[in-house]
């Protein structure tokens, strides 16, 4: 049997063990309402030794282009370090006295990438 302490998605696994466990593919399949070639991709994968097929992934690439410049993002860290009681529509109107343009949706974004980067 795998072990599931690793970031790996359950449902795989664990329609691995109950085949395992039942020994009858059909009627794991069956309880965890996947198909047999589903089972079979996951059985094959694994031992093939792509353990890696489990393991969570997110689907999602990064849309870079709407990403603001650097010295923007600084902008908006600065000033979330410097005033932190602003709000997102606060700090996005005062960058935008200078000449900067970012929407307060912009700064809660830019927050957020850099909260999650930093933790």
């Not at 085949?19 to 399949?29: F, H, P, Q, R, T």
């Not at 965890?32 to 996951?42: E, P």
């Not at 849309?63 to 650097?70: E, T, Y």
Request: with cysteine; aromatic share 8%.
């Amino acid at each position: 049997m795998l072990n599931t302490r690793q970031k790996i998605i359950k449902h795989k696994v664990g329609l691995l063990n109950l085949a395992e466990y039942l020994d009858n593919v059909s009627k794991a399949c069956q309880v965890m309402g996947m198909s047999r070639d589903t089972f079979y991709r996951y059985k094959s994968a694994v031992d093939d030794g792509w353990v890696k097929a489990l393991f969570e992934r997110t689907r999602r690439k990064p849309n870079l282009a709407n990403r603001v410049d650097q010295a923007t993002e600084d902008a908006v860290i600065k000033s979330a370090t410097d005033f932190p009681a602003y709000g997102q529509a606060r700090t996005s109107n005062e960058l935008r006295k200078p000449g900067g343009i970012v929407s307060p949706s912009g700064v809660r974004s830019i927050w957020l990438r850099h909260d999650l980067a930093n933790h």
